[in-house]
């Protein structure tokens, strides 16, 4: 099917067993929830549009403690409102899936495209000592088959995951291929959600944990080796061309699409450079990145931003490698040739486009 | 052989009720509004099928005291929580429990829109004129003249805006069915105030529309008052800002004296 970015995910979400949408309009991301109130109305789900996002995201907290596959979708000033939610639902331990298609801040910014999130998304955004797993994917097929994995990884640790898209990727109309509707029925059974407490003790789910035993500091412990499991067991990335490469470019979503064709450019002029594209951000695949900058002498990252994943980067390379970065605001999206002129620049030393990083 | 004596229970704790001492304060009206929504719902048949949304605020652990499932919300947002799970079990009874600072001030968006869509939800809502548990500072429900931390010299309308009545902004709407002001100083309010939980909670199993119980709660500590001085407050000044009584009724149900 084509399909734009938005419409995708909210086709994705629908197979893969999402019943309950709730948000709030904003652009660049309105497509999504547009056919979402339409698709609901087909399969027997429910589809609120909020007050505000704050309310959205709270109704996604009572439609994921009732049990249901829930989902909201936004962008960036958007997020920042939904974040009191998210920390909740960490500290909760309640499932959710929140999409972000980014556009350009601080602030009100404007609705172009922009990757300024990496930060709020990554590092929490909200209060306290909490992560939440983010997906990037380069649009396209990915959008679903990532859609399908957020609400899986969410069930499967009891945690907000997001989808870290663009403006761009929301709004690009691409082919993709949708698998079936999963059962909702052969979904893994919840012992955990609020139905009624026939037949059994009640339950409560709250975050508040006032206890003079420490039972916040458990709770808290107890969140830390969730989110060490997650760094464990679910790193995605994806290299491209990285043997032999001189230098290799670290760049996710739409920067690594536009990086990919650079790289296509730079093998003309017989320069070898390899793509390393994370894919999840936290957790961040900094054991595999590692691994690869002790075999390539040059690191250059790209960024629609100036400079946040640059610092995982960092941790990952140290100084086993000459780091560069590139990166530009966001509202404007580069030509592959401009990023082809900081991979130039980055293989050559001579920093005139981007800058190096000093360890 | 002793002769056996037959005992009839006729007064107890509600199943509803845990057996747990609770933390409120002597005099404070959350113990007598806790038993009377634990009574109603006892009395409906309700508990194994109800989930109950407790505010931020002095009832926020009110989860320590309901025996039936029970999820915080943050604060102001327990309708909007309330919501979502209602539209998950459509089958199943919703209660959310809210303060004033919860409901009317940092909530007011989502009481009034959950409202308007008719949810069918029943909210019980805890009118203290006050901000409780962070320790007597002024709440939009703050009577003219009424002291508070951070209204000291009493509530002026220039300055503070005057109070705020949200039920009867809720009246207007068409999403809501029932609204009625109680009060919990006396034996007699305390008798309307259980009829009225009741008749809320019947709107919300014939699945008429939004219903909301507003009960005049006495606060003595944050009032700096004896409990009998905070009752008699509720009866003689409160009132005054909010009288008592139906504000608004489409349920169609008789009134059976």
Redo the contacts between chains.
Sequence with gaps: MLMNGSQTVGEAAVRAGCR?Y?GYPITPQNELPEYLSARMLDVGG?F?Q???E???I???????????R?MTSSSSPGISLKQ??IS?MAG?ELPAVIINMMRGGPGLGNIAPSAADYFQATRGGGHGDYRTPVLAPAGGQELVDLTFAAFDLADKYRNPVMILGDGLMGQVMEPVIFPDFIELADLPKKDWI??????RE???????L?GQQGELYKHNLHLQEKYDRITAEELRWETKGTEDAEVVVVAYGTAARIAESAIEELEAEGIRAGLFRPITLWPFPLPPLRELSKKVPRIAVFELSMGQMVEDVILSVGERAEIYFHGLPGGIIPTPAQVAGFIRSAVKGDGTVGRRIDV | MSEQIEYTKIFGRPESLKETPTHYCPGCGHSVAHRLVAECLDELGLREKTIGVPPVGCAVLAYNYFNFDMVEAPHGRALAVATGIKRVHPDKFVLTYQGDGDLAAIGTAETIHAANRGERISTIFINNAIYGMTGGQMAPTTILGQNATTAPGGRDPRLHGSPIDISRMLAVSNGVVFVERCALDSVKEIRKAKKAIKKAFQCQLDDLGFALVELLSPCPTNWKMTPKAAWDWVAEEMVKTYPLGVIKDITGYEDKK
């Design positions: 309950y709730f429910t609120i909020g007050e505000s704050v309310a959205s709270n109704m996604v907290l009572g439609a994921s403690v009732a049990g249901g829930a009191e939610g909740y909760m609020l139905d009624g407490c026939k037949g009640p339950r409560a789910i709250y975050s508040m006032l």
